[in-house]
């Protein structure tokens, strides 16, 4: 590996101009390429509005905060080599997602559609007052937990953070 940071007089590192300009934008595409966030973003913005979609964002953002945190310090390296581990989280992250289409279903059934019917809001509103007082806290969490757990319990994530971050550390 090539020598990415240089040593500060407290005996911190520091990341080197260079590198930081390769992990840059590799980091902004790995936040881009779709996956499991970029799917639930879409169908919660999509199904709820604008507001709840980005809750869901912020919660993926704080997924993707705690997995860079984990690969810095070694946790991801742990939970990598570790098969049981591993295992519990994929199985718990695999869980998360099938309960996650399970409600899916069941709130398309209340609706009265049929389960096949995709419903998009696409209808304009007008706003009659911000988007924040709209949205009350108990949904705004909802929403977030939904885009953290779905970030937070992908093992994928854990792997790809583990090969990507030490190359530039």
Same mark, same amino acid.
């Given at each position: 590996t090539v020598l990415a940071s240089t040593r500060l007089n407290e005996g911190l590192t520091m990341i080197s101009l260079d590198n930081l300009l390769l992990f840059?934008?590799?980091?902004?595409?790995?936040?881009?390429?779709?996956?499991?966030?970029? !799917?639930l973003i879409a169908k919660i913005s999509l199904m709820n509005g604008r507001? #709840?979609?980005? !809750?869901?964002?912020?919660?993926?953002?704080?997924?993707i905060c705690v997995h860079t945190s984990a690969a810095m310090l070694g946790i991801s390296a742990i939970i990598a080599q570790s098969v049981l581990w591993f295992s519990v989280?994929?199985?718990?992250?695999?869980?998360?997602?099938?309960?996650?289409?399970?409600?899916?279903?069941? !709130?398309? #059934?209340?609706?009265?559609? %049929?389960?096949?019917? !995709?419903?998009?809001?696409?209808?304009?509103?007008?706003?009659?007052? %911000?988007?924040?007082?709209?949205?009350?806290?108990?949904?705004?969490l909802h929403f977030f937990g939904q885009g953290f757990l779905t970030n937070a319990l992908n093992p994928k994530a854990v792997l790809i953070f583990l090969t990507f971050l030490p190359q530039f550390m």
């Open positions: 840059v934008p590799m980091a902004a595409i790995l936040v881009m390429l779709p996956g499991p966030d970029f !799917a507001p #709840q979609g980005q !809750a869901a964002a912020v919660g993926v953002a704080l997924g989280l994929k199985y718990v992250g695999a869980a998360y997602l099938v309960w996650l289409g399970i409600q899916a279903l069941r !709130a398309g #059934q209340r609706a009265g559609q %049929p389960l096949s019917a !995709a419903v998009v809001k696409t209808v304009h509103q007008p706003d009659t007052q %911000p988007p924040a007082r709209r949205l009350g806290l108990r949904k705004w």
